[in-house]
């Protein structure tokens, strides 16, 4: 066997590879940032929206100025999403209530359709936004789903996550409960 042949297997691991590490590093994000953290100099206002909800009411994001709104992206056909879900809607019973807002947007093509069914499987109780063209993927510049997006009072992006978390951490419950205040 020639020596070109060998390395054909050899190559083929080593690409194999690389798309695998490049996934994962899109799903799960390279560092997970610490919550205690916000984004200092370079807050910026967050970008406005409307989108329908699944109750088919309109619903903009400014339309939560003076409150903290945790704006998640997602899609029903995305593992890590899908994770994350329940830790969500524990974070939502738990805050609802005290100047925050839970927004989710699912960027699935197929609407409420897949996101319906998807939204009472999990027994999701927080706003569920449709966007099946992708119209907040592109304008938060998203990398992959899900991220999430912590917008404070003011209508600042101060926390960008990338990638599934559990929500309920004591961590993030301190995050949570000293922004709200």
């Keep these: 066997m020639s020596n070109k042949r060998k390395l054909i297997p050899i190559l083929l691991v080593l ?6 590490i490049s996934l994962y590093l899109i799903f799960f994000g390279v560092n997970r940032p610490d919550p205690r953290e916000e984004l200092k100099p370079k807050d910026v206002a967050a970008q406005d929206f409307g989108l329908p ?3 088919g009411d309109y619903v903009k994001l400014s339309d939560h100025r003076g409150k903290v709104v945790f704006l998640n992206i997602w899609a029903t056909w995305c593992p890590p999403c899908r994770e994350e879900m329940p830790s969500m809607e524990s974070l939502y019973q738990q805050l609802k209530g005290r100047n925050f807002e839970m927004l989710a947007v699912s960027i699935d093509r197929d609407g409420e359709k897949v996101v319906r069914p998807f939204a009472i499987k999990y027994g999701l109780t927080f706003p569920v936004l449709l966007d099946p063209d992708s119209r907040t993927y592109r304008l938060y510049g998203l990398t992959g789903v899900p991220e999430t997006f912590i917008v404070d009072k003011r209508g600042v992006v101060i926390h960008k996550i990338i990638g599934p978390q559990n929500w309920m951490k004591k961590e993030w419950l301190d995050y949570f409960d000293r922004i709200i205040r």
């Design 53 to 55: 909800n699944l109750r």
């Design 15 to 20: 690409i194999g590879s690389l798309g695998f």
